[in-house]
């Protein structure tokens, strides 16, 4: 099995930042502890996730985010079109959906998908 840490410099899209598909809860998601990794090693990083509209999260879910990544709002982007075209890699960490998936197979990147791995092996995975 492969790191994200593996992948080649370049720039790197990650699809899904919550803990778990279909929410926008961000505490306990071992994706946020992996782009802080990724970002302290010099990695180029943007972020898509469909439950995630950063004016939307309140309370301690912001909280947490904002001191574990003080910038994320410069990493996350709402297209998925934009991510996929800066993008040289995908890491994948929650199941897209189907009009999501065909998108992200039709575009022009390499992928590593994480989504059958439990948390604790996604947080492995560097």
């Keep these: 099995m492969h790191s994200v840490l593996d992948l080649p410099p370049g720039r790197i899209g990650v699809y899904g930042l919550s803990f ?6 961000l505490r ?5 502890s992996m782009i802080e990794t990724l970002i302290g090693k010099g990695r180029q990083i943007r972020v898509y996730d469909p439950h995630i ?8 879910n912001r ?14 982007t709402n297209d998925l079109g934009e991510l996929l075209q800066w993008a040289e890699y995908l890491v994948l960490t929650q199941n897209p959906k189907a009009d999501a998936a065909a998108t992200i197979a039709a575009a022009n990147v ?13 947080a492995a995975l560097l």
Excluded: C
């Excluded at 306990?28 to 946020?32: A, H």
């Excluded at 509209?53 to 301690?60: K, N, R, T």
């Design 63 to 76: 909280n947490f985010l904002l001191s574990a990544i003080p910038h994320i709002s410069k990493l996350l």
């Design 28 to 32: 306990e998601s071992p994706v946020v």
């Design 20 to 25: 778990k598909e279909n929410t926008d809860d």
């Design 110 to 122: 390499q992928i590593l998908d994480v989504t059958r791995l439990n948390a604790a092996s996604q």
């Design 53 to 60: 509209q950063l004016d939307a999260i309140y309370g301690s």
